[in-house]
């Protein structure tokens, strides 16, 4: 990939080759695509990662500015694309292993995907520990009801999907589909992704979003969105189909 440089800003990243496109994209009319000319640094979270705080992230130093900017956070092994730049640390997540991405896009440029660089006390590395704030709990603490009648367990009846999960973004190679994720009548705490192309999963394809490829030519896309929720069956919604351009 071709990167144009101005010595007084550009930093020693783009040597480490922080910068993810696609090779040989073009766009729908056939010609090739530009360069995001970057000039850092890369997505940036400043604050410190204390339970109750939030984490927001800074964009990277693109020009042009992009139209379209997506954050995906990694909460342990599970990657969510519905928190949007800034993510609530809860109780929940003390302990837990926070990373994140930014992926930029605008029209006539390359996709450009780059990790966020965590500066609170943690030296610009790409994921940062949820801490208890000095003086606070060092562990959450739950809160036990003391019921006077035998409670009854939650059935599957309050716990549905109002709404199917749908897609966003153009249906063409080198363009992201983003999963919208589907309306539930109470709030799921985690989701989890499968992109489809005919029905049948795509490997590897398990994040909120997903590039299309050479091979989805004239081929339908959709994706599969599961809810989860402590004490409820798992709630799957599947996006109507969008068929890839040739």
């Not at 837990?96 to 930029?104: A, G, H, M, P, T």
């Not at 590039?211 to 402590?230: F, H, M, Q």
Request: proline letters at 9%; hydrophobic letters at 35%.
């Amino acid at each position: 990939m071709t990167i144009h440089r101005r010595h007084a800003l550009l930093p020693l990243l783009l040597l480490s080759g922080v910068l993810t496109t696609t090779a040989g994209q073009q766009s729908a009319a056939g010609e090739d695509l530009k360069n995001f000319y970057y000039y850092g640094p890369n997505p940036s979270v400043p604050e410190v990662p204390y339970v109750g705080e939030a984490l927001t992230v800074t964009r990277a130093g693109l020009l042009p500015d992009p139209q379209y900017v997506e954050t995906l956070w990694t909460i342990d092994d599970t990657t969510r694309g519905d928190t949007g730049h800034r993510l609530l640390l809860t109780a929940e997540l003390l302990g837990s292993r926070i990373s994140c991405e930014q992926s930029y896009s605008h029209p006539g440029y390359r996709s450009v995907t780059l990790p966020c660089a965590f500066n609170a006390g943690n030296a610009g590395l790409p994921w940062v520990i949820v801490q208890a704030r000095p003086g606070g709990p060092t562990t959450p603490t739950p809160t036990m009801p003391t019921p006077t009648t035998p409670t009854t367990p939650t059935t599957d009846s309050a716990w549905m999907a109002t709404t199917a999960a749908a897609l966003k973004g153009r249906a063409e190679v080198g363009a992201r589909l983003r999963a919208v994720l589907p309306q539930l009548t109470a709030p799921a705490s985690t989701y989890s992704y499968q992109w489809l192309r005919s029905n049948k999963p795509i490997k590897k394809a398990t994040t909120a979003t997903y590039r299309i490829r050479k091979a989805d030519r004239g081929r339908k896309l959709s994706v599969r969105v599961t809810a989860s929720a402590p004490g409820q069956t798992d709630l799957v919604s599947v996006s109507p189909v969008r068929r890839v351009r040739r």
